[in-house]
């Protein structure tokens, strides 16, 4: 069992930055990537980028360079997500998870991040 839990959320103001952290612990060597993802009010959760324990990204199109994925290479009890340059639309519930062999993904709890002036 993986238990994933996600910090660093906020108010920012717009053109701002945050960096958001994903720690996981429990069975860490079942891992062998993670996700950030995103649920703005009234829409579905949508997939900002993911990591995989060998350190390969890959973003969502709306990220255009703003955002960028960071952990350990071959370590998977912690990623991060840089946010830069953030705009009014990003404000959403950011969420990680842990893609797991042979299981179900782990998902955190979420941390806020809004984005107003």
């Known amino acids: 069992q993986v238990h994933v839990v996600e910090s660093g959320g906020g108010l920012v103001q717009p053109g701002g930055s945050l960096r958001l952290s994903c720690t996981a612990s429990?069975?860490?060597?079942?891992?062998?990537?993670m996700g950030w993802y995103r649920q703005a009010p009234g829409d579905q959760r949508e997939l900002v980028g993911t990591i995989t324990i060998s350190g390969v990204t890959n973003y969502a199109n709306f990220v255009k360079g703003r955002f960028t994925i960071t952990g350990v290479s071959g370590n998977m009890t912690k990623v991060y997500l840089q946010m830069n340059s953030l705009e009014p639309e990003d404000t959403a519930v950011y969420y990680c998870?842990?893609?797991?062999?042979?299981?179900?993904?782990?998902w955190g709890q979420g941390t806020q991040v809004t984005v107003s002036s």
């Open positions: 998870n842990a893609l797991l062999w042979g299981s179900s993904p782990s």
């Open positions: 429990g069975s860490i060597s079942s891992i062998y990537a």
